[in-house]
C-alpha cells in the first residue's frame, strides 16, 4: 500500500437490521465513503465475534482498522468527525432534546421488533413465549401510536433531517417487513407517509432494506 492510500471504512451487518441501515443512512448524509461486508450474527457468528465481542452489528471498520460497534456509538463519533453543517445533532439546546427522546423511541422500537422477530424466526420451535410475546406487541403498538401521534412535517424535529429521522423510519420500515401484522397503515397513516417519503430519498434508498439478506440467512415470515 502506498503510503497516502487509505483502507476504505467497511461498515459490517446486513441491510435488513435497522441498526445497520441508519449507521449507512448517516454515512450517505455525511457523503463518507465505505464498503460494506454482509455478515450475519447467525451464520457468521465466529468472524462476528473476532470483529466485536458481542458477535453484534452494526460494526463500523475505521480507516486506520480500529473497529466502533453499536449504533448510538458509531452515530456519536461520526457526528465528532462529520463536516459541521452535515450534522445530524441539533445545536439548540430544547431540538436536541427533542430529538434525543423521539430517536431513544425510534431505536427501541427497533430492538422490540428485533426482539419480537427473534421469538419466530429464531427459537425452537415450541419454545415460544406467548406471555412474553404480548409484551413485545403492546410496546411495539404504544411507540408507533407515540410516533404517530407526533406532528409530522417536513422532518421530525425543526426544519431539518437529525438523527431522529433515521431512527424512526428504519425502525417504521423494519416492522412493515418483517411484521406487517403489527402495522396497520390505516391506523399509522402519518407515519407510513413519511417513512415512505424519506425512504425515497437517495441518501436511504442506496441502504435500502434487503430482504434478500434476510432470507440468505434463515430468517423466514411468520404465517398468519
Ligand atoms: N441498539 C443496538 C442494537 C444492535 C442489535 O441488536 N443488533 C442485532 C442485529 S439487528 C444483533 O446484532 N443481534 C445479535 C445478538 O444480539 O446476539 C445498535 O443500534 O447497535
Redesign the pocket.
Known amino acids: 500500500m502506498k503510503s497516502h492510500d487509505i483502507s476504505p471504512m467497511i461498515l459490517v451487518g446486513q441491510y435488513d437490521?435497522?441498526?445497520?441501515r441508519?449507521v449507512a443512512i448517516a454515512l450517505n448524509h455525511y457523503g463518507m465513503a465505505f464498503e460494506r461486508r454482509v455478515l450475519s450474527?447467525f451464520q457468521d457468528f465466529d468472524e462476528m465475534l473476532a470483529i466485536n465481542p458481542?458477535?453484534?452489528?452494526?460494526s463500523l471498520i475505521l480507516h486506520e482498522g480500529d473497529h466502533l460497534?453499536?449504533?448510538?456509538a458509531i452515530i456519536e463519533y461520526l457526528e465528532s468527525i462529520a463536516p459541521p453543517d452535515r450534522r445530524l445533532t441539533p445545536s439548540d439546546d430544547a431540538r436536541r432534546r427533542e430529538m434525543l427522546r423521539v430517536e431513544a423511541v425510534g431505536?427501541g422500537l427497533a430492538?422490540k421488533i428485533?426482539e419480537r422477530g427473534i421469538e419466530f424466526s429464531r427459537r425452537s420451535p415450541g419454545t415460544e413465549d406467548p406471555v412474553w410475546i404480548e409484551r413485545l406487541e403492546h410496546q411495539i403498538e404504544s411507540a408507533l401510536r407515540w410516533l404517530e401521534a407526533l406532528p409530522h412535517s417536513e422532518w421530525l424535529v425543526g426544519g431539518e433531517m437529525t438523527r431522529a429521522d433515521l431512527a424512526v423510519v428504519v425502525a417504521a420500515t423494519y416492522v412493515v417487513e418483517k411484521l406487517p401484522q403489527l402495522f396497520d397503515t390505516a391506523r399509522f397513516p402519518q407515519l407510513n407517509a413519511y417513512r415512505q417519503r424519506c425512504e425515497a430519498l437517495p441518501t436511504f434508498s442506496a441502504a435500502a432494506y434487503s430482504a434478500s439478506e434476510a432470507l440468505a440467512t434463515g430468517w423466514r415470515p411468520e404465517k398468519h
Not at 458481542?54 to 452494526?58: N, R
Open positions: 437490521s435497522p441498526f445497520v441508519r450474527t458481542l458477535g453484534k452489528v452494526p460497534y453499536d449504533g448510538r431505536v430492538e428485533y
